[in-house]
T-cell receptor
Framework: GQQVMQIPQYQHVQEGEDFTTYCNSSTTLSNIQWYKQRPGGHPVFLIQLVKSGEVKKQKRLTFQFGEAKKNSSLHITATQTTDVGTYFCAGPKAAGNKLTFGGGTRVLVKP | NAGVTQTPKFQVLKTGQSMTLQCAQDMNHNSMYWYRQDPGMGLRLIYYSASEGTTDKGEVPNGYNVSRLNKREFSLRLESAAPSQTSVYFC?????????????FGEGSWLTVV
């Protein structure tokens, strides 16, 4: 079945530095969504990418969908303590909206 | 606008006990979901309801039952709790079941089975 893998599982970042987290699917995705979960909180939708090669930005966050629509990345510039949390990518199964979530990248920021 | 509300927030059960997690959404969404989250495992779909009157199994349905009581409410029942069901449970909803719809999550229910 479809699997969505995220790497790295953990990311320790010095405040002010950049980092990238990656999401890889075993199958082509019609779209991919990213969610953020703060510690002790619930996942909150960040963005959806639909087109091959699509790039979207939200302030210091840059999201990219691969040309083959099997991978995606989230790049954060000038990391801040507010970026702490777990970032999940999710892709729909072939039919319907049964999203398959990756295992998440847990981001810890060192001040 | 409350969004997705689930209760209880915390619960401790003894092995073999039963309980029901309640969930309601006020966004007039058609589809509702129950996920569980375990450390390092991401979010795994237990059951979902594409629309009122329908329910289907997700990735990890064993040990659970669900009821879509009406369009607003979707409950998750553990008939005989086991320690392996210790987890954080999230109810969620989306406008429809079609691909690309944003999923809105409740705040989670922390369940411990001892």
């Amino acid at each position: 079945g479809q699997q969505v893998m995220q790497i790295p599982q953990y990311q320790h970042v010095q405040e002010g530095e950049d980092f990238t987290t990656y999401c890889n699917s075993s199958t082509t995705l019609s779209n991919i969504q990213w969610y953020k979960q703060r510690p002790g909180g619930h996942p909150v939708f960040l963005i959806q990418l639909v087109k091959s090669g699509e790039v979207k930005k939200q302030k210091r966050l840059t999201f990219q969908f691969g040309e083959a629509k099997k991978n995606s990345s989230l790049h954060i510039t000038a990391t801040q303590t507010t970026d702490v949390g777990t970032y999940f990518c999710a892709g729909p199964k072939a039919a319907g909206n049964k999203l398959t979530f990756g295992g998440g990248t847990r981001v810890l920021v060192k001040p | 606008n409350a969004g997705v509300t689930q209760t209880p927030k915390f619960q401790v059960l003894k092995t073999g006990q039963s309980m029901t997690l309640q969930c309601a959404q006020d966004m007039n969404h058609n589809s509702m979901y129950w996920y569980r989250q375990d450390p390092g495992m991401g979010l795994r779909l237990i059951y979902y309801s594409a629309s009122e009157g329908t329910t289907d199994k997700g990735e990890v349905p064993n040990g659970y039952n669900v009821s879509r009581l009406n369009k607003r409410e979707f409950s998750l029942r553990l008939e005989s709790a086991a320690p392996s069901q210790t987890s954080v449970y999230f109810c969620a909803s989306s406008e429809s079941h079609s691909s690309g719809n944003t999923i809105y999550f409740g705040e989670g229910s922390w369940l411990t089975v001892v």
